[in-house]
């Protein structure tokens, strides 16, 4: 049976097409599917890489879930949707005190993400409504607000949260079919690095499953719509408030889950923990990998773990003393915003597809030539 | 259909090669694996000990604080200059975090895990070192000398790996409180509080003998730069002594404000906010240049438990000269530099008191055996033992005068809660001829 046209992606050349329509027949042909063979792989990815690397890259991986988390919440509302936030710190700190409060009073893991998620969604929705009537700098002055305002609440209610010095947070025992399942893949005894870098990974696999079907039907759409053109969508019938306060509250819930994970990974939730620079930290996350991917946000993130104990490691080694190293970190991370920007605005997945293309049209160039 | 199921049966097939391939497949019987003593060695070599510590270098809390590892890595050269401890090199790594508990955790997680440093030292923050409290004491990390003076590092059965260094909050305002009592009995008292453990630990010692003097206590919310209110209601409340337990920027926006509504009490603060360069040069920044540290600071009473830089004819602060300008590093010997070599001085003589083969366990036990009768810089005895952790245990108080440092009284020792306040009886200190602590092994 030959392949059928509508599987081949639209601006393949044709030669190409045969190759591709090899690969595609493969793949289920729903969406669904398709990124439910996605989560499959990546699990096995995961899986992998965590056995086969130490405890240390592994609570380097847990914190880059967190940050995926939160990066890949950004991008839908930013790239996806066209609203700035630059308050999604302070809604991972909603979600991170969540998280204390209910694992102080001995709910269960599960409970307690979920909780921390619907806490912060709701504290997302009552943003977004506000959000939804500004627009540009209005939008980024209201959310910089968010973030300036909201962890003052928890040296405010310092009785109650812990003030400046933070909230300790029970670290989540590790059960004990964990440990067995891990001796039997790998016969190593877990870590409780690894620990929290399986619950930050199956979180963060979940919560990209999840958003790439939201993203792949209607409601990406209507996003998109908005995004684009405000006029022609709400010509179209389409809600502009409504949708935009849904993204809001997507976005925000991701943040609440990724403060949660923030939460048990780091056993503290302190103001000085969620300040400006977190949730600036978050958007060019989003910026660098390319807006409204979710690859990107994850390349991002990547970006935020392992550049600046990299470059810290690059500057002792050439000799520079451990303060002038640890300054050069914040030097090189602006340096290379500042090229990614000039050099590829459209981010390193925009690159990565460049690429692609570029390959791609090379090769059939070369086999109809 | 056959091309449907393919990539299913693909999967499945892999899956199941996987799970085969996966080594153990079960535990074996109990015996192997059991906790022996090479465990409690990381970081240890027959040439060297690496140990680690976390510390803003970059972000606000830099200035002044990321001095201080640099004066710590200056004592450990000159000690490795020496031929090192029991001829082992001490290599000292330390990173930054930036004052973020979130970063804390990383860097951390960094020294142990990849750099397997055998203890963490000078930590500094309360809250950044919170975020690693657990970790480092569920992982049986020696974490030694923490850089702050809350009473979080003083609880030996919950963590008993942690080990605080400077004086608390509670006990340096103790001492305060005796002496104003003593000094001011009839001055009307105004506490300046930050709002976190420093404010309430300082409140608590204070109000032990200045309970009936204090006619108001005002508390400031760190993060918010606008104090006046607060100074106006001790104005109003007819304070003429304001004691001030805060952190060294608000000393500089405490004494604008003041400067601005007419206000001139008495005005004393806790050590931790008052070293005088510091507050100097904040105070000519948040005025953009209007006032510099000469005036204002002027009279201003304070503490001290370790030699400051302006006595230049105290022998540890020679040494420590000495040190700083062997060390080649550029800057001048500044007072945080001087306590991070006391603190570096602290951990060679428990190096040293650890025996020639020092093990996480047992450097921890010789703190607790000996510590109390070490000496160094610091003016008054630590505390440590097997239940309790607590550092320096007294100050002496002091006064600003000519842009010195002025004794007012001598050192006072004491101890949380009801202790009674004696002065310290031992003779000043004096370095040993090398400039590095002989303590005898402890075992």
């Known amino acids: 049976m030959a392949a059928p046209t509508k599987d081949t992606e639209v601006g393949v050349p044709p030669a190409a097409a045969g190759r591709f329509a090899a690969f595609t027949r493969r793949m289920p042909s729903s969406t669904l599917g398709k990124h439910a063979l996605t989560l499959l792989v990546a699990f096995v990815v995961v899986v992998l890489v965590l056995e086969l690397t130490g405890p240390f890259r592994n609570s380097q991986f847990a914190t880059m879930a967190y940050y995926g988390i939160a990066a890949a919440g950004l991008t839908v509302l930013t790239g996806v949707n066209g609203q700035i936030s630059l308050g999604h710190g302070a809604l991972m700190a909603v979600g991170a005190y969540t998280t204390g409060l209910m694992l102080a009073a001995e709910i269960p893991l599960l409970v307690t993400m979920l909780g921390a998620m619907a806490v912060t969604a709701a504290v997302g929705a009552v943003v977004g409504v506000a959000a939804a009537r500004l627009h540009g700098p209005y939008l980024a002055g209201a959310t910089l607000a968010l973030a300036v305002g909201l962890p003052g609440l928890a040296i405010y209610f310092d009785h109650w949260l812990g003030g400046e010095q933070g909230m300790r947070i029970p670290s989540p025992q590790m059960p004990a079919w964990f440990s067995d399942a891990i001796y039997f893949l790998s016969a190593t005894e877990a870590s409780s690095a690894k620990y929290l870098a399986y619950i930050g990974w199956v979180t963060l696999l979940v919560v990209l499953f999840l958003l790439a079907n939201l993203m792949a039907g209607r409601t990406g759409r209507v996003w998109r719509a908005v995004r684009d053109d405000e006029v022609a969508a709400e010509l179209a019938g389409i809600p502009l408030g409504k949708v935009r306060v849904l993204a809001f509250v997507v976005s925000a819930a991701c943040a609440g889950i990724a403060g949660a994970v923030l939460g048990i990974v780091v056993r503290l939730a302190a103001p000085s923990g969620f300040t400006i620079v977190l949730s600036l930290g978050l958007l060019t996350a989003v910026v660098v990998g390319g807006l409204g991917s979710l690859v990107g946000a994850l390349l991002g993130s990547a970006l935020l773990v392992f550049l600046p104990p990299f470059v810290t490691n690059v500057g002792t080694d050439i000799g520079l003393d451990n303060t002038q190293a640890a300054q050069l970190a914040p030097f090189v991370y602006g340096a290379v915003l500042v090229l990614v920007m000039l050099l590829a605005p459209s981010g390193a997945v925009g690159v990565l597809k460049k690429l692609l293309k570029k390959l791609w049209i090379g090769r059939s160039t070369r086999r109809t030539g | ?443």
């Open chain 2, 1 to 443: 259909m056959i091309r449907r199921t393919g990539p299913l049966v693909a999967v499945a097939a892999a899956a199941a090669l996987l799970l085969s391939a996966c080594g153990a497949g079960g535990r074996p019987s109990e015996g192997t694996g059991g906790g022996d003593a090479a465990a409690s060695d990381v970081g240890i070599t027959t040439t060297s000990v690496k140990i680690g510590g976390h510390f803003p270098l970059t972000g606000v809390a830099a200035p002044g604080y990321s001095e201080i590892p640099t004066g710590m890595k200056a004592y450990f050269d000159y000690v490795n200059a020496a031929g090192g401890v029991n001829g082992r090199k001490i290599e000292f790594i330390y990173k930054d975090d930036a004052y973020n508990p979130t970063q804390t955790s990383q860097v951390v997680n960094e020294l142990v895990l990849q750099e397997q440093v055998f203890a963490i030292m000078g930590g500094l923050g309360t809250p950044t070192h919170s975020a690693v409290l657990d970790y480092l004491n569920a992982e049986g990390v020696p974490d030694l000398f923490v850089s702050s003076g809350s009473l979080l590092w003083d609880q030996p059965t919950k963590n008993p790996q942690t080990f605080g260094w400077q004086p608390d909050y509670e006990v340096e305002a103790k001492i305060i409180g005796q002496y104003v009592s003593k000094n001011f009995p009839n001055a009307k008292v105004g506490l300046f509080l930050q709002d976190d453990d420093l404010g309430r630990d300082a409140e608590k010692g204070a109000r032990t003998f200045l309970d009936k003097q204090i006619v108001a206590a005002e508390r400031y919310t760190p993060g918010n730069t606008d104090v006046a209110p607060q100074i106006a209601a001790l104005q109003a409340a007819g304070a003429d002594l304001v004691i001030g337990f805060n952190v060294p920027s608000y000393t500089a926006l405490s004494q604008l404000v003041s400067l601005r509504l007419n206000y001139k009490p008495q005005w004393m603060y806790s050590n931790i906010g008052a070293d005088p360069t510091l507050v100097g040069s904040l105070l000519a920044r948040f005025s953009e240049g209007k006032v510099t540290d000469a005036g204002l600071l002027e009279g201003m009473i304070s503490t001290r438990y370790l030699p400051t830089v302006d006595d230049p004819q105290n022998p540890w602060i020679q040494l420590f000269q000495k040190v700083w300008d062997a060390s080649g590093a550029d800057g001048e010997l500044s007072n945080f530099r001087v306590y991070g070599m006391s603190e570096a001085y602290t951990f060679v003589s428990a190096l040293q008191a650890a025996g020639p083969n020092p093990t996480r366990k047992g450097i921890v036990e010789a703190i607790q055996k000996t510590g109390k009768s070490w000496k160094g810089p610091w003016l008054a005895p630590f505390r440590y033992s097997a239940d309790r952790h607590a550092g320096i245990s007294g100050v002496g108080v002091t006064r600003i005068t000519g842009g010195k440092t002025e004794r007012l009284t001598p050192v006072f020792v004491t101890d949380n809660g009801t202790a009674p306040i004696t002065e310290s009886t031992e003779p000043p200190s004096v370095p040993p001829a090398s400039g590095i602590p002989e303590v005898a092994p402890a075992g």
